[in-house]
């Protein structure tokens, strides 16, 4: 399977931990997507690379969370000292960007719960 | 500022008939516009774009839509439900030209679809 893969599926961390995920793109895209949806919402944009390069961030990106991607392969995103807020589904998604601009490929995302 | 409404929060429609999805959009210039579908505990499926050209665009599945540029209409159709159908349909934008490359997403629209 060549599309995105997202790991862990699920994480269950207590409040105030840290926690990373990772996103591993397909292989030729050069641009990199994190969005958070909660229950009955829509994906909620959080930050976008092009390759290395971290273009664009959400306001909902609070000082608690970073991303890297730090080879313009493969993407983390770090939250730290966790809140029960954060509980979400954070999915990745991957894109071929220029000319022959594509859709966005969606991984099928980490399910985050803070307790 | 980009923004999708879907204004149903559910649609339900018998097996063998039509159905129709309905999303408005709004963003600075040409649209492009995009439909996924979610199935439970699952990552977005891409099922087809609008970006240039024929108003009508078919996609995965027996999906088609139509883009509406008076209206900033862009309602998901299908000729003839099948139960398999029934999920969680997003409808997306994003803006065709400017430094802005991620989607704007609906509220989603959960289809069930009858027996």
């Known amino acids: 399977d060549t599309g995105v893969s997202q790991d862990p599926r699920h994480k269950i961390t207590k409040r105030g931990q840290n926690v990373t995920f990772r996103c591993d793109p397909i292989?030729?895209?050069?641009?990199l997507y994190w969005y958070r949806q909660t229950l009955g919402q829509g994906p909620e944009f959080l930050t976008y690379f092009q390759n290395e390069a971290q273009l664009e961030k959400s306001r909902l990106l609070s000082d608690r969370f970073s991303a890297e991607r730090p080879k313009g392969s493969f993407s983390t995103l770090e939250i730290q000292r966790t809140e029960q807020g954060d509980s979400a589904m954070y999915l990745c998604?991957?894109?071929?960007?220029?000319?022959?601009?594509?859709?966005?490929?969606f991984g099928q995302g980490t399910r985050l719960t803070v307790v | 500022a980009q923004s999708v409404a879907q204004p149903e929060d559910q649609v339900n429609v018998a097996e063998g008939n039509p159905l129709t999805v309905k999303c408005t959009y709004s963003v600075s210039g040409n649209p492009y516009l995009f439909w996924y579908v979610q199935y439970p505990n699952r990552g977005l499926q891409f099922l087809l774009k609008?970006?240039?050209?024929?108003?009508l665009v078919k996609g995965s599945y027996g999906f088609e839509a139509e883009f509406n540029k008076s209206q900033t209409s862009f309602h998901l159709k299908k000729p003839s439900a099948l139960v398999s159908d029934s999920a969680l349909y997003f409808c997306?934008?994003?803006?065709?030209?400017?430094?802005?490359?991620?989607?704007?997403f609906g509220s989603g629209t959960q289809l069930t679809v009858l027996p």
């Open positions: 998604a991957s894109s071929l960007g220029g000319l022959g601009d594509t859709e966005a490929f």
């Open positions: 292989s030729e895209h050069n641009r």
């Open positions: 609008y970006i240039t050209g024929d108003n």
């Open positions: 997306a934008v994003r803006a065709s030209s400017g430094s802005a490359r991620q989607l704007t």
